[in-house]
């Protein structure tokens, strides 16, 4: 069993993963997925997440919430912030202190950069950043590199591109940080206002091989992996700026057609139109798989952060 330098550890940034971490994340969830109920159960036995959303969810948080259940323990949070004493006007600070009295880890989202790096200061418990604004979501990457790995069978050799609203994506910044593990091809392709912010380009330029269009059909040819994202609309400060991109790009039946056959296309949803419902049929269609394993995910990667040696 390689050593588990999750116990205990905060997940607030896939920068902060190496290649290994990477792996052994992931063979961690091949593994958990082939567990009887009653020793996966006791992975969790006796310990409770807590997680409070500023923003909305419903995979992130119900697929953690699955997830803890599935390894015998509970949870507890808030996403409804009306009801909470965030709507009294109480600070994150001190909000994250008191999840930390009642948890054994947290789950936080919330629209500003740098909030989990924050609450992972001041929290004795680790936290799990599920979205900080614009800037990262790491668990996603995490499933998502796992779905690009069982769909394809690796990573490395693939050429895949990145597409819709890649400014304010914050699913986007995380897996161009986690491909830069690998030795893969990326097309950025995207309204030239929403083009991948330029610092975190240079985080990644020397590791990945980067291209950046602005049409969909310059890449179709050769993606193995189209990744599809919503234009984030409630990140725009100014709301004619998103009516004049919305709508950019829609993948349907005509675009697979012009794909290679064996396209995955991903998409971390929710979708609102980038991805036509009539391609839901198709293998092609990899999305609801996805996430399926994020359930999967962030089960094992719960169990190592709650387990100093766990059968995985
Ligand atoms: C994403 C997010 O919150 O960043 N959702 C998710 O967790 N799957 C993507 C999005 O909202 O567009």
């Given at each position: 069993?390689?050593?588990?330098?999750?116990?205990?550890?905060?997940?607030?940034?896939?920068?902060?993963?190496?290649?290994?971490?990477?792996?052994?994340?992931?063979?961690?969830?091949?593994?958990?997925?082939?567990?009887?109920?009653?020793?996966r159960?006791e992975l969790g036995?006796?310990?409770?997440?807590?997680?409070?959303?500023?923003?909305?969810?419903?995979?992130?948080?119900?697929?953690?919430?699955?997830?803890?259940?599935?390894l015998?323990?509970?949870?507890?949070?808030?996403?409804?912030?009306?009801?909470?004493?965030?709507?009294?006007?109480?600070?994150?600070?001190?909000?994250?202190?008191?999840?930390?009295?009642?948890?054994?880890?947290?789950?936080?989202?919330?629209?500003?950069?740098?909030?989990?790096?924050?609450?992972?200061?001041?929290?004795?418990?680790?936290?799990?950043?599920?979205?900080?604004?614009?800037?990262?979501?790491?668990?996603?990457?995490?499933?998502?590199?796992?779905?690009?790995?069982?769909?394809?069978?690796?990573?490395?050799?693939?050429?895949?591109?990145?597409?819709?609203?890649?400014?304010?994506?914050?699913?986007?910044?995380?897996?161009?940080?986690?491909?830069?593990?690998?030795?893969?091809?990326?097309?950025?392709?995207?309204?030239?206002?929403?083009?991948?912010?330029?610092?975190?380009?240079?985080?990644?330029?020397?590791?990945?091989?980067?291209?950046?269009?602005?049409?969909?059909?310059?890449?179709?040819?050769?993606?193995?992996?189209?990744?599809?994202?919503?234009?984030?609309?409630?990140?725009?400060?100014?709301?004619?700026?998103?009516?004049?991109?919305?709508?950019?790009?829609?993948?349907?039946?005509?675009?697979?057609?012009?794909?290679?056959?064996?396209?995955?296309?991903?998409?971390?949803?929710?979708?609102?139109?980038?991805?036509?419902?009539?391609?839901?049929?198709?293998?092609?269609?990899?999305?609801?798989?996805?996430?399926?394993?994020?359930?999967?995910?962030?089960?094992?990667?719960?169990a190592?952060?709650?387990n100093?040696?766990p059968?995985?």
């Amino acid at each position: 069993m390689p050593n588990n330098h999750f116990y205990d550890r905060d997940i607030v940034s896939i920068k902060d993963f190496s290649k290994a971490d990477l792996e052994y994340v992931f063979s961690a969830t091949d593994k958990i997925r082939t567990m009887k109920p009653g020793e996966r159960g006791e992975l969790g036995r006796g310990r409770t997440l807590g997680y409070i959303f500023y923003e909305p969810s419903t995979r992130t948080r119900m697929s953690f919430e699955a997830a803890m259940a599935s390894l015998g323990g509970s949870f507890i949070g808030i996403s409804e912030l009306k009801s909470s004493s965030v709507e009294k006007g109480e600070s994150l600070a001190d909000t994250i202190r008191v999840i930390d009295l009642y948890s054994d880890v947290i789950v936080l989202r919330h629209p500003m950069d740098g909030s989990s790096r924050f609450a992972a200061e001041l929290s004795q418990n680790p936290i799990i950043n599920a979205g900080s604004g614009s800037e990262e979501h790491p668990t996603q990457a995490l499933l998502d590199l796992y779905t690009i790995m069982k769909e394809k069978g690796r990573i490395d050799g693939l050429s895949i591109a990145i597409v819709g609203d890649l400014k304010y994506g914050r699913t986007v910044y995380s897996l161009l940080y986690g491909l830069a593990n690998y030795r893969v091809d990326v097309h950025l392709v995207s309204p030239p206002s929403l083009a991948v912010r330029k610092e975190s380009i240079y985080d990644v330029q020397g590791k990945l091989k980067i291209k950046e269009h602005h049409e969909l059909d310059d890449v179709l040819a050769h993606a193995d992996v189209l990744y599809v994202t919503r234009i984030q609309r409630e990140r725009f400060p100014d709301v004619q700026e998103y009516e004049k991109v919305k709508g950019s790009y829609t993948v349907d039946s005509a675009t697979l057609e012009k794909a290679k056959q064996d396209v995955a296309v991903m998409h971390p949803l929710p979708r609102l139109d980038e991805i036509s419902h009539s391609i839901d049929h198709t293998k092609n269609a990899v999305y609801f798989r996805q996430a399926a394993n994020g359930k999967e995910l962030r089960a094992a990667l719960l169990a190592l952060m709650l387990n100093e040696s766990p059968p995985l």
